[in-house]
């Protein structure tokens, strides 16, 4: 979708074939910027980066996502080099594919390379644990997620396949604090 004096018209081209031929780049990326649904995002007009996953973690693992998304902050110039290292000209291309199979298969997906998931949590947890706040304990989930090979959504749905819907909502209620 495209705007054009206050209106809305649909072109018929995904936003990265708009994004590659814009003649006005900038224009038509502030106008998608609220709509562009990655799970981090840079919101322009905000100035802001926006994690839209840290609002839907299983209530006790509530700090999983923002500590992963400040570990990958804190770790930027290791994980950088890690994905250089390992994935080289290739890495855009791998880890836009692998994201499309995790969508699908969570972490069922095959890894980029070998333990591609434990070095980067291991990265963040390092660059967590140099800003010397103790904040690496909220990786604990994500290192049990990774070795019991489930996410909170695939969990979500075994629950709900075992136990029904009076089961899963049992598992997804906020327990009394």
């Not at 880890?95 to 699908?104: I, P, R």
């Not at 972490?107 to 947890?125: M, R, T, Y």
């Not at 904040?135 to 070795?147: G, K, N, Q």
Request: glycine letters at 8%.
């Amino acid at each position: 979708v495209l705007k054009k004096d206050d209106n809305y018209y649909s072109i018929g081209k995904s936003f990265r074939e708009v994004m590659g031929t814009s003649t006005q780049l900038f224009t038509d990326f502030l106008m998608h910027d609220h709509y562009v649904w990655n799970s981090a995002r840079a919101r322009a007009h905000h100035g802001t980066v926006e994690v839209r996953p840290c609002c839907q973690q299983p209530w006790h693992e509530r700090m999983a996502a923002a500590t992963l998304a400040l570990g990958l902050i804190e770790a930027r110039v290791e994980v950088t080099e890690y994905f250089d290292r390992q994935l080289g000209a290739q890495a855009w291309p791998r880890l836009s594919q692998h994201l499309d199979e995790v969508v699908v298969k969570g972490l069922a997906a095959q890894e980029p390379c070998p333990d591609f998931l434990k070095h980067v949590l291991q990265f963040c947890e390092r660059g967590l644990a140099r800003r010397g706040e103790g904040e690496e304990v909220f990786m604990a989930p994500l290192h049990s997620r990774l070795i019991q090979g489930k996410n909170p959504g695939q969990k979500a749905l075994s629950v709900f396949k075992e136990e029904g819907i009076d089961g899963f909502i049992k598992f997804a209620a906020i327990a009394k604090f």
